[in-house]
């Protein structure tokens, strides 16, 4: 059974940074790109960075580039988002996302709140 368990959320003031980590199971993770997506009160899921399945090929949301940075530890089986600057307008639930062709498997989100 597939699992992807995201953690790292939290409170932080405006200017601060935090950094996401998907924890992934049951799946031969190097075979898989991996996403990071979030979701705000009221907004449709919104795709905030991406990237290949051995850390290549990595694509941002205009509103994040240049502050975030999706890595990724195959041997950990882990991949991170990096957020600095962070702003109140980054405030969602941030969900990670494994994807292989049609199969696609996502966390259950950890919350980011940015206080101004």
């Known amino acids: 059974q597939v699992h992807l368990v995201e953690s790292g959320g939290g409170l932080v003031q405006s200017g601060g940074s935090l950094r996401l980590s998907c924890a992934a199971s049951?799946?031969?993770?190097?075979?898989?790109?991996m996403n990071w997506h979030r979701q705000a009160p009221g907004k449709k899921r919104e795709l905030v960075a991406a990237t290949g399945r051995v850390g290549d090929n990595s694509i941002y949301a205009d509103s994040v580039k240049g502050r975030f940075t999706i890595s990724r530890d195959n041997t950990e089986n882990t991949v991170f988002l990096q957020m600095n600057s962070l702003k109140p307008e980054d405030t969602a639930v941030y969900f990670c996302?494994?994807?292989?062709?049609?199969?696609?498997?996502w966390g259950q989100g950890t919350q980011v709140t940015v206080s101004s």
């Open positions: 996302q494994a994807v292989n062709g049609q199969e696609s498997y």
């Open positions: 049951g799946l031969a993770f190097s075979n898989y790109a």
